[in-house]
């Protein structure tokens, strides 16, 4: 199986690149990684877990490898034994990524140091999904995978003419209307065009697109997205449905996030910021079927580096209008959580394709904080639809 991750040398990118090798190596055991659970016995027939080959883009630091990329994120993060390290790093010097785009991708990744792009380079449109699919091709095989896992971009507003059909999205490339786009959307293009599945682990727009699901279900190619369930939102999911249960009512939820790192200072510009709070602010609606008072707060707090505190306060009514509280405080690490997350999105979509399965995979909403085409975001059922869903198609 290959997987090839766009925004190949960040945080989560590089955690589950090591963590497949180090798995791989023996180094590590399963924790983690969902389609390991019994429920999911018999997907390694059709996306094996051993031997995943890695390819990406990215565009920072483009002369160095994964190896120099993954032990920046651990000098700061410390987020796995440097122990495991050692072991893997002439593994990771393997792994090299590819000049990807950055069009459109927000004041925050504007900052970044040692970046290079398609287009400093003065292509256009065309030219540049041209690159991306030149690259893919010469990476893939029938086990290809790609998964979005680059900084989150603003959001974009929908343009009728050139975004909701597959046409209209064709005529954009070559009326080269950079204005348009974002780079989330190219790089989904470059990969439903070519018949090779596409995830997307964040908030972006990626294959969310309408013009995009109509090339998807065109091309027959499986898609998923968007944003990776892995932490607070995760929490939030399973634990909100508990109130639902017993009928308590929910009058506010605040919950006050605090991260470091490079997602949390693309975060702290308020363009980028925008498309997550979006993200975890429409779940507690679908949940509950109404709208509590809300304040979701994202904050850059650089000595955090990794590791995201979410502070959550919950303001319930019961039985005889008596006010209550809930607090809970979730610490993660966020690539430790979200690197087996992204293996087992990359498995899923394999098996789906195997299966001839082709357009949004909805029953992979258990993974995503704002799932495509269903709102259904309570995780215990998200997580029996998939055990179910898996089972029907074995
Ligand atoms: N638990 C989690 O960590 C979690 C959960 C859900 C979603 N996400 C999302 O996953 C993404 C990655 O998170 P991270 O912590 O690894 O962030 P990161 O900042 O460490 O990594 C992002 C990488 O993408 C690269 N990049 C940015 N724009 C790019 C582009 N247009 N093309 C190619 N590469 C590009 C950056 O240079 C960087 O190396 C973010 O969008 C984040 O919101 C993370």
Redesign the pocket.
Known sequence: MKVWL??M?????TTTVAGAVALRKGLTDRTGLVTELDEFNGINEYAPLDDIQFGG????DLTSTLMEATLEHLKLNEHFPLKIFEAIKDDLKCYKAKK???IN?GSG?AE?KNTETLESEGLTLRQITDRLMRDLEEFADDDTVVIN????EPVVEFNEEYHSSIEGFERLLDEDRKDLVT?SMLYAYAALKLGIPYGN???SVGSSLPALKELALKNGVPHAGN??K??ETYMKTTIAPGFVYRNLKILGWMSYNILG???GM?LNHKDNRKS?IISKDSTLYKLLGYNPFTITEINFFPSLVDNKTAFNFIHFEGFLGKKMKLYFIWDGI??I??APLVIDIARTLLFAKKKGLSGVIKEMAFFFKNPMDTNEVNTHRQFETLVEWFRKNQ
């Not at 040398?9 to 990118?13: E, F, N, P, R």
């Open positions: 766009v925004g040398y960040g945080a989560v990118a883009h990215e565009i920072r990807g785009t950055a991708c990744v970044f896992v680059a900084s989150t780079a682990f964040t908030p944003d990776g892995t932490g790192d490079y997602d693309v997550k966020d690539a959580l979200a």
